[in-house]
Structure formats: C-alpha cells, structure tokens
C-alpha cells in the first residue's frame, strides 16, 4: 500500500509542462490527459465529487476527492466563469460541470501531479537542474515556444477525431475516461451535461470507430438508466 509521501515523490516528478495550458491567466491541465497520467501510475485510483456548496449570494463552490487505496485528499473550487475568472451567481449545469473538471484537477495536485502549476512555476522540481542562468533562461525560453504550438489533449482529441485521425486505442482509452466519470455522476443532467462537452470527440469516434461508439452508447444508456431509476425513488 503507497504511503502518502510515496504518491507524492512519484507524481510531482511527472513533468507536464509541455501540456499546461492558460486562460484568463490561469494555467490549467486537461483533466483528460491528468486523469491518464493518475491512472498510469495509479490505476486503483478513484474520484467522487461531494455536494455542491451553495452560498448566500447564489455562488457555488464545488469538493472533489480522490482516493488512492486508503489514501485520500480533498479540494474545493468556487465556479467561475468570465474573463475575470470571477465567481457567477446561479451558474449553468455547464458552468459547474466545467468548474467539477478543474476541481479534480486541482484535487490530483494535492498528491502531487502539477502542483508547481499552482505555484506559478513552469517546470517540476529537479534536484539536479542546471544553475547556469543563461540556460536555465534558454530552456525557458524553448519551453514557451513549445507551449505556444502545444495544443491541449482535449483539443487535439477533437481535431483527430474530426479528421477521421484519431487511434482505436486513443478512442478506446477516450471512451474508458468518459464511461468512468459517467459512473461517477449521480444526476442525469449531470450525464447529460457531459456527453454535451464531449460531443464532439464522440461524433469524430462515431464515425471513425462506430463499433466502440457504439460500445458507449451501451453503457452510457445503461448508466443513465440506473441514475434515472435511483432519482425516481428519492
């Protein structure tokens, strides 16, 4: 069984740099490409969004936790929306959805994978990193360039499969991450919501890969059935 500082040692070394991407001036992970990164190292792990936190002035603030065997780490996120990443009152379905997205990302810096994002930082923790200024600036520099071509995972994903480019195994391995969250939404417009924001890479997979599409369709139908069932009977 990992111990904390275990998880930590290993995930904060994992450099994701070249896939830091910034918004309003915020720099954010694809959640899809960070749950992959968990799940390469962590495949046991686990994730469950708590009860959204509704304050007075109709703001939301939504808590992830991630669960890596008995290891646990809590997050919370207030949903914001704008240029000015400012916190909306009475969000959308979207909004929160997107805003349950960044929480879990942020949740998964607690053990370590990108917190140095959260710093302010570009590059992980090296002991061995090289003190010379000149190419301490050098690789900076490179390493910007590259963020500027970088496209995020997500994007990407969209484009191939758009193109008709995407892998069997990416779709196969896009369609596993979507099934997972499903199971881990308990509200059918939750559900909803997130085939919505994943519309597009699923109707590139549908026509790419028709036979996994139609392997989620399955089970995304079967998952909505049983959140509709569990609804109906509160």
Known sequence: MPTYKEVWENLRAVNCSSNIQKKNGLSYLSWTWAWSAIMEEYPEATYRFLDNEIHGDGTVTVH????????????WLPVMSGFKNAAVSNPSARDIGDSKMRCLVKCMAMFGLGHYIYAGEDLPPDSNADPDPAKSKAMKEAIDQAKNVKTETLDEAVEQAMEGAMS???AQEYIN???GFANETRTVAGLKSLHTE????????????????????AKFKARRSEVQTTEEGK
């Open 64 to 75: 992830c936790t991630i669960s890596i065997g008995e290891l646990e780490r809590t997050m």
């Open 168 to 170: 069997e195994k990416d």
């Open 177 to 179: 991450l979507t099934i």
């Open 198 to 217: 994943n519309k597009k890479v699923l109707d590139g997979i549908k026509a790419s890969h028709p036979e996994i599409y139609e392997d989620y369709v």
